[in-house]
C-alpha cells in the first residue's frame, strides 16, 4: 500500500491519517455498532485490534473455515495431476512414486494467513497491555491448528468472493484489512518513509475521496442519500456516427441529495491545495478544476428534473491550517470553495465535515 506524499502529509497528525482510512474501509459500519458515531475514533488502533480478536474468537469456536490450495506431492498413487517432467527427471518410477498436483482441502487458506497477518501486525500497534496479550494468544491458536504467518501475504481481499454462509468471514478480513493498513501506516511514518508526490497523488485523493463519502454515509440523517461513483450522460443529440465512441465519460466523487429540502449537491474531492498563484501576483482557485465541476453540473440540466436546474457544487479541499469558506452564485447554480483541516482533532475535522452539509 502506498503512503501519503509528503507535501500533504507533513504535519497531520498519525490518528488523523488512521480516521481517513477507517471511514474509507468497509469496517466503518462495524465500528459504528461497536461504540457508535461519536467516539468512532477513540483509540482506533485499540478498537480495531479489539474488534479483530472478538471476532476471531469466535471464528476459533466454530472452526476456522477450510479451503482448497493447490498442492505438489511424490507420491506412491496417482491423485490430481501427474507431472509428467517432474517424475521423468528425478526418476519416480525407478522407486515407485509419481509427481503429482492436487487440490487439498485444508485451514492454512490465504484468507485464514491474512487474519493471522493481521493479528502478528497488532502487536506493534496496540497500547493496552491486555489486549495485547489477547491478540497473541489468538495468534498462537492460528498457528497451533497449522495456520502460517509470513512477513508477507498475498491474498487481496478485492479479489475474494464470499458465499451467503461466509458473510461473519467477510466481516472479519474487512476488519483484518484495515488492522494491517492502520500498522503499515505506523511504521511508515515512523520511519519518515514519504514517497513524492508524483507517485502517491492518485492513491491519496482516493483515500480522501472515499474517507469522506464514508463519513457522510454514516454521520448524515436518513433524509440524504450519500452516492459514490456516480457516472454522468452527456445529453447529445444532432450526433456523427463516431462521436459516441469519442466524447469523455464523467463520474462524479460524491452526490448528495435530500428530496425533503430540494436539495441536490455534487462533491468533487482534491487532495491539493485550494489555490494556485496567479499570474499577476496574489492567488486563484484552479480554473480546470471549476471547469470540470460547472460541466458537471450544466450538462445534466432537464427541465423534467426540477432538481437538475439548481444542482449545487462543492469543491472540497484538504489543508493544513488554512480555511476556505468562499462561494459563488452562476447561471443558477451555486457554487463552494470549500477546505477541511486535517492538522486540527479528530473531532474538529468531524465537526467541520458536518458544519458544511449543514450549511448548505
Not at 162 to 186: G, P, Q
Not at 300 to 307: A, G, H, K
Request: hydrophobic share 40%.
Amino acid at each position: 500500500m502506498a503512503l501519503l506524499a509528503e507535501n500533504n502529509c507533513q504535519g497531520i497528525p498519525l490518528q488523523n491519517l488512521w480516521l481517513l482510512m477507517l471511514y474509507a474501509s468497509e469496517f466503518r459500519y462495524q465500528a459504528q455498532a461497536y461504540v457508535g458515531s461519536e467516539d468512532i475514533d477513540e483509540h482506533l488502533a485499540d478498537m480495531v485490534a479489539d474488534v479483530l480478536c472478538n471476532q476471531v474468537l469466535h471464528r476459533l469456536k466454530r472452526q476456522l473455515s477450510n479451503g482448497y490450495r493447490q498442492t505438489q506431492a511424490h507420491l506412491t498413487r496417482v491423485r490430481g495431476r501427474i507431472n509428467t517432467l517432474e517424475t521423468t527427471r528425478k526418476s519416480l518410477l525407478l522407486q515407485g512414486k509419481v509427481a503429482c498436483r492436487f487440490e487439498e482441502l485444508s485451514i492454512n487458506t490465504p484468507r485464514n494467513q491474512y487474519v493471522a497477518f493481521a493479528l502478528s501486525k497488532s502487536l506493534k500497534v496496540v497500547r493496552s497491555p491486555i489486549l495485547k496479550n489477547k491478540a497473541k494468544k489468538l495468534l498462537e491458536d492460528y498457528v497451533g491448528q497449522g495456520v502460517t504467518v509470513g512477513h508477507f501475504c498475498a491474498y487481496r481481499p478485492l479479489d475474494d468472493r464470499f458465499s451467503r454462509h461466509e458473510l461473519e468471514d467477510k466481516k472479519v478480513i474487512a476488519t483484518a484489512e484495515l488492522m494491517l493498513n492502520l500498522a503499515l501506516m505506523n511504521e511508515s511514518v515512523g520511519n519518515q518513509w514519504l514517497p513524492s508526490p508524483d507517485k502517491q497523488d492518485h492513491w491519496v485523493r482516493r483515500l480522501f475521496e472515499k474517507a469522506v463519502y464514508g463519513f457522510y454515509s454514516l454521520n448524515l440523517d436518513a433524509q440524504w442519500t450519500v452516492k459514490a461513483g456516480k457516472k454522468l450522460s452527456w445529453q447529445m443529440n444532432d450526433m456523427t456516427s463516431n462521436i459516441a465512441n469519442l466524447m469523455p465519460g464523467m463520474k462524479l466523487d460524491i452526490l448528495l441529495e435530500n428530496l425533503s429540502l430540494s436539495r441536490r449537491v455534487i462533491i468533487d474531492t482534491k487532495f491539493t491545495s485550494i489555490t494556485k498563484n496567479a499570474q499577476f501576483g496574489g492567488e486563484s482557485y484552479k480554473s480546470d478544476y471549476i471547469y470540470q465541476l460547472f460541466a458537471y453540473l450544466r450538462s445534466q440540466e432537464q427541465l423534467s428534473d426540477p432538481l437538475s436546474i439548481k444542482t449545487e457544487g462543492m469543491l472540497l479541499h484538504p489543508s493544513m491550517g488554512v480555511k476556505h469558506r468562499e462561494s459563488v452564485m452562476i447561471q443558477g447554480h451555486k457554487l463552494r470553495f470549500y477546505t477541511v483541516d486535517l492538522s486540527q482533532s479528530s473531532t474538529d475535522i468531524k465537526n467541520e465535515l458536518l458544519t458544511l452539509v449543514n450549511h448548505l
